[in-house]
T-cell receptor
Framework: GQNIDQPTEMTATEGAIVQINCTYQ??????LFWYQQHAGEAPTFLSY????GLEEKGRFSSFLSRSKGYSYLLLKELQMKDSASYLC???????????FGKGTMLLVSP | DTEVTQTPKHLVMGMTNKKSLKCEQH?????MYWYKQKAKKPPELMFV???????INESVPSRFSPECPNSSLLNLHLHALQPEDSALYLC???????????????FGPGTRLTVT
């Protein structure tokens, strides 16, 4: 099984940088995904890590340490539209299935 | 085209009704998924189809019946649901393992289901 932990809520100011952490304990691992979900909408893919290190995509970066069971999503130059839930998801080693963490609700204020 | 479409967007049904949710994708993905999401909770996997065959059923009650008529379509047939089944039902698709680099799942906008 998978146990995935991330903070429930975070707040930040427009223009700032925020880091959302995710820790996991899994029986199998074949990649970690970050999704963004606005209220009432579908999750949208942000980033993917399967090897240790940092992946950068514009204002978003994601880091993975497999030995520590740890990942973070870094959001730079925050905008109001970044207010959303951020879901950390671990993929099982045998299948394409994802197990999602409970999500971190990020509120960006002016 | 990186879109997954779902119909209807909203559905209200009684506990004795039979209804179906539909999902379609034209990205050539051969894995399709049904998730259930309650308010302020993460998506929970219900079913996985790989190459049009049911590969995973996460102990979902039989009142939910999935169907994959072809590689682009996924249905979820609903019968005799309970009020606690009210939720957002999300469809997703991806390439199966071994066929692509990232295999990220693309989600549809969901069907908001209310059971009365």
């Amino acid at each position: 099984g998978q146990n995935i932990d991330q903070p429930t809520e975070m707040t930040a100011t427009e223009g700032a940088i925020v880091q959302i952490n995710c820790t996991y304990q899994t029986s199998g691992f074949n990649g970690l995904f970050w999704y963004q979900q606005h209220a009432g909408e579908a999750p949208t893919f942000l980033s993917y890590n399967v090897l240790d290190g940092l992946e950068e995509k514009g204002r978003f970066s994601s880091f993975l340490s497999r030995s520590k069971g740890y990942s973070y999503l870094l959001l730079k130059e925050l905008q109001m539209k970044d207010s959303a839930s951020y879901l950390c998801a671990v993929r099982d080693s045998g299948y394409s299935t994802l197990t999602f963490g409970k999500g971190t609700m990020l509120l960006v204020s002016p | 085209d990186t879109e997954v479409t779902q119909t209807p967007k909203h559905l209200v049904m009684g506990m004795t009704n039979k209804k179906s949710l539909k999902c379609e994708q034209h990205m050539g993905h051969r894995a399709m998924y049904w998730y259930k999401q309650k308010a302020k909770k993460p998506p929970e996997l219900m079913f996985v189809y790989s190459y049009e065959k049911l590969s995973i059923n996460e102990s979902v009650p039989s009142r939910f019946s999935p169907e994959c008529p072809n590689s682009s379509l996924l249905n979820l047939h609903l019968h005799a649901l309970q009020p606690e089944d009210s939720a957002l039902y999300l469809c997703a698709s991806s390439q199966p393992m071994g066929t692509g680099e990232t295999y990220e799942q693309y989600f549809g906008p969901g069907t908001r289901l209310t059971v009365t």
